[in-house]
């Protein structure tokens, strides 16, 4: 179910703040905090009973908690970050040119329909090229992907 699958992917989320912590990575745990916030509010949307709510919102309550303690506007970071996220994906118009990008670079896809004309773009299998691996399903960053420019970013 869906609220299920929510969970699991805070808990992912959850995870990878963690590891970004145990590097001190500022900008990693800016990035992976929003990661959390997303994924829970996800989860808060999905829930199903009164604790599965409460506990998304005390996820979003506490991300949000660790941002100001690190002097960063929760709200900035969220649009900052999804902006990046969302840019994965592209308009079912750039299909071909997102196939023709992933061929060139080695790497074998499928391009799903999102809803509402948007699209992604997955591993089609377990691959590695070059010293990257892709795991099967995995949805990956477009020939339009804009990364968060840490130089420019509020939080540094």
């Known amino acids: 179910n869906i609220s299920k699958l929510s969970m699991m992917l ?10 970004a912590a145990e590097d001190d990575n500022k900008s990693s745990i800016v990035k992976e905090a929003v990661d959390v916030i997303v994924t829970a509010i996800g989860g808060w949307m999905h829930a199903k009973g009164e604790i599965s709510r409460n506990l998304n919102l005390i996820l979003i309550k506490a991300m949000c908690d660790l941002l100001e303690s690190m002097d960063v506007d929760p709200r900035k970071a969220l649009a900052a970050v999804n902006r990046s996220n969302f840019s994965k994906l592209i308009l079912d118009s750039e299909s071909e040119a997102a196939s023709d990008y992933f061929a060139h670079q080695y790497i074998t896809v499928y391009i799903k329909s999102l809803g509402d004309g ?14 990257k691996f892709y795991d099967a399903d995995k ?11 840490e130089s420019k970013e509020f939080w540094l």
């Not at 805070?10 to 590891?19: F, G, H, R, S």
């Not at 992604?120 to 090229?129: A, E, I, P, W």
């Open 10 to 19: 805070t808990l992912a989320e959850l995870y990878e703040l963690y590891e």
């Open 118 to 131: 948007l699209m992604g773009c997955y591993s089609s299998h377990d691959q590695t090229v070059g010293e």
């Open 139 to 149: 949805l990956l960053k477009s020939h339009k992907y804009m990364a968060i420019d």
